[in-house]
């Protein structure tokens, strides 16, 4: 009977651990193509935007470090603007989900960036979560201070547009303040978080997912030379100088509050602000008014 269950046991370790080697590699590959769902397009609503509030609207491309395409679209006010905001869009997204900030940006007298990440909308690449998008934002900003030598950059990041600016910026000083919204301290405990969610198991489900996790890591490291362990937010913010604001929805279930809270403790210098009953990336949502109040707020106070 005991070698019975002894038997048994093994049979369903095994079972377990190439379940979590297979789900690890399609959890990789879903990672990495995820951007590829979303639908390029919209510009005729991007223009309409622009025009509503004092602005024009013109598609911008640069090159990568790797040679990919990345593009993306500009707002301007013209020579009058404040400076630029650079609005990095979360997994899954395109430039359509950041032109939103347009609106009140352009009407706070800012010029607006809203690049495609790379594996996103109409950029080329795969997804890498800041590893390699570090790189892409600071060329994005390199280009906008070619344009505009004098005026300042500034950068809001939504998701893992948050994680992409944070590693920017810690990579190398560029902006005069950033806003992350919603950003995951690290991408391996963000993975974990989705995971228990998916399997409702609490944080008995982060422990249950952690070989497929690691699987997929290796996966990705070995198929793409793409080290997902280096997306980690939390380190990359106490290297940060430049002003730094973190929102975050106080009910957000996909990326847990306690990620802004990581960050803050990494950081003291930045201003943390939890929305309540918020989930994730809907504290606008929850304080419409407040919220791009408090942006413009911030950016004004660093000209």
Known sequence: MVEAMRRWIVRALVVYLLASLAAGVVLGEFALRRGHLA????EARAMAIASEHGGTLEPVRIAAADGIALEGWLF????????????AHGSGGSREHAT?????????????????????GRSGGLASYGVREADDVLRW??????RSPDRCVYAIGSSMGGAHVLLAEAARPTFCAIVSDAAFAT???????????????GDAGRWLGRPAAYA?????????GVNLLDADPATAIGHITAPLLLIHGADDQQTPVYHARAMARAQPAAILWVVPGAGHTASWRAEPREYPRRIVAFFGDRR
């Not at 228990?196 to 198991?201: A, E, N, P, T």
Request: glycine share 14%; net charge positive.
């Open 141 to 146: 900003a390199a280009w906008i201070r070619r």
């Open 216 to 224: 997929g890591l290796g996966y990705v490291r070995v198929r793409y």
């Open 100 to 120: 939103a900030y347009a609106a009140f940006l352009l009407d706070a007298g800012f010029d607006v960036l809203t690049p495609d990440a790379r594996g996103h």
């Open 187 to 201: 991408f391996l405990d963000a993975g974990l978080d989705r995971v228990s969610r998916q399997l409702g198991l």
């Open 76 to 87: 301007t006010r013209g020579p009058a603007a404040r400076g630029t905001v650079l609005v």
């Open 39 to 42: 639908p390029a397009g919209g």
